[in-house]
């Protein structure tokens, strides 16, 4: 009785008008339209009543038949096929005479030729002209008797021989068939005791100043509010997690005192490749690792001063030391246009506009790159690198590994330790491991190194210390949402948008 009670004192506006309608299947159609309330203020009140345990609304698919335009108009007048049959009942006639006498359409009489010949109810004939004879005068047509029920109607209540007929007029667009959900209600116990109590309108619902003064809320009930009830949960606008965690990388670089780089997916050769002393023939050019633009396939070169620069360091090492690779470095090669394969192509660029006043500099970036590979639960074709470079006469390797120690402490990662390696454009060069500390193992994330003269000469005009990082921050974002299938990243569910926490380290 205490939770009948309870139950009554707190029902809403909108649940104390439809109470008095409730009983055990009705529709919420049927509910809509007896209580005078919209159709959403009672799906809403439903919800609230469900939620209380005084009922569940119960969801069931019915398939439903209703008339087309076609056939409202042969309910009145009859098939085609039976005005057809009308027409020859004085003897055999031209397919031109049935038409004329029938007002039948083309479609409509070559539909019904085709029906009749099929249940053997004519018999055509070839002289000038197709001459037809009825073989049967009093034919039954089952499907003329179907389309004089009523609709619509449940596709539930035909026999099988109706279901067979009615999907032969659903093929000649006479009648349509569509799946309608019904949603009805089904009373609980504590429902069907909430109807026989006296649901009354005289409740106060807010008490207010003038309610106060005019002594007005004297001899009322004042509703109970339920704090227990469940709530819809309200999802807030946020920016996608992956955008939150790049967001949060950046303004880690802007309080070291780096300033961001930033610049086109779209890229030449040139820059992507040739400007960081990668030679035309390497493999990372191929198609099995690049994409190539088809339409424009090729882009221009920067001023020809660079041009010759990047071209002397391939092939004789330059002003640098270095032979060089030792070919013929192709200009048409350079022009090709790709998908930048990585965000170091900013950090080439950015290097060939500074002036000696600029330095010492510190620059970053972060941003999207592309490889061709296979995709899987650990590869994309498109993946989010942190570029960075140090251009500083006083630099030296020990910087390097202090900037990068410093950026993953803040990312989460207290320890990283590094290991040789060989990049085309860096020596020395390191690989980036840090150390989880939840799953005690070492994570590979990247490279780094000391750009090489033949980049940096090429590109500054003098050999200036250049330290440089690249490493990819996809791995470090799986870490951080606990997700082990990188196509996780980009899959747009709605529900893991809604609910993935906000990067907070």
């Known amino acids: 009785m205490t939770n009948l009670l309870e139950l ?14 409730l009983k055990e299947g009705i529709s919420i ?6 209580s005078n309330l919209k159709d959403v203020e009672v799906v809403r009140a439903l919800q609230w009543l469900q939620n209380k345990n005084a009922l569940n609304i119960q969801t069931e698919e019915k398939e439903i038949a209703t008339l087309e335009k076609t056939g409202e108009e042969y309910k009145n007048t009859g ?24 007002k039948l359409s083309p479609q409509e009489t070559n539909s019904c030729l085709g029906i009749l010949k099929k249940n053997q109810l004519v018999n055509i004939t070839k002289e000038k002209e197709l001459i037809i004879t009825l073989t049967n005068n009093k034919p039954v047509f089952l499907e003329e008797q179907l389309l004089k029920k009523n609709y619509p109607l449940e596709t539930a209540q035909l026999t099988k021989e109706e279901k067979t007929l009615l999907e032969n007029l659903k093929k000649r667009n006479i009648i349509k068939i569509q799946l309608k959900k019904t949603k009805t209600v089904q009373l609980t116990e504590l429902g069907k005791e909430l109807l026989k109590q006296k649901i009354t309108d005289n409740v ?13 809320w004297k001899g009322k009930t004042f509703r109970k509010y339920d704090v227990k009830i469940n709530v819809p949960k309200i999802y807030n606008g946020k920016r996608h997690f992956v955008k939150q965690a790049i967001q949060y990388a950046k303004n880690v670089w802007l309080e070291m005192g780096f300033q961001e780089m930033q610049g086109s997916i779209v890229q030449t050769s040139f820059w992507n490749f ?15 690792d690049t994409f190539f633009i088809k339409n424009p396939s090729t882009g221009k070169l920067p001023d020809k001063k660079l041009v010759k620069q990047v071209k002397e360091a391939h092939e004789t090492g330059g002003k640098t030391k270095s032979t060089g690779w030792g070919y013929k470095w192709d200009e048409e090669e350079a022009k090709k246009n790709v998908l930048r394969t990585h965000t170091t192509v900013l950090s080439a660029q950015t290097l060939a506009k500074l002036k000696e006043s600029d330095l010492p500099i510190k620059l970053f970036s972060v941003g999207k790159c592309f490889r061709n590979e296979a995709v899987d639960w650990c590869h994309l074709a498109e993946f989010n690198q942190t ?42 060069s390191i690989e980036i491991d ?14 780094a190194g000391m750009f090489r003269p ?18 990819g921050f996809d791995r470090i974002i799986l870490d951080y949402y606990k997700i082990k299938d990188i196509r996780e990243l980009y899959k747009n569910d709605l529900e893991q948008l809604r609910t993935t926490k906000m990067w907070l380290k």
């Open 8 to 21: 009554a004192q707190n029902l809403h506006p909108l649940e104390r008008k439809l109470v008095p309608f």
């Open 29 to 34: 159609s049927e509910l809509t339209e007896k």
């Open 79 to 102: 098939l085609p096929e039976q005005k057809f049959i009308q027409a020859l009942k004085n003897g055999a006639k031209t397919l031109t005479e049935i038409q004329e006498q029938t």
């Open 204 to 216: 106060i619902e807010s008490l207010t100043p003038q309610l106060l003064k005019s002594q007005n």
């Open 274 to 288: 040739d400007a960081l002393f990668t030679a035309q023939d390497h493999p990372v050019r191929d198609m099995q």
């Open 387 to 428: 570029e960075g470079i140090v251009i500083d006469p006083n630099a030296n390797f020990q910087h390097l590994l202090g900037y990068l120690k410093e950026f993953f402490k803040k990312m989460g990662f207290p320890k990283a330790r590094f290991r040789p390696a060989h990049f085309p454009y860096t020596e020395p």
């Open 434 to 447: 840090v150390y989880h500390p939840v799953h005690k193992k070492w994570i590979e994330l990247g490279g």
């Open 454 to 471: 033949e980049v940096v000469i090429s590109l500054l005009g003098k050999d200036v210390p250049v330290l440089a990082w690249g490493p």
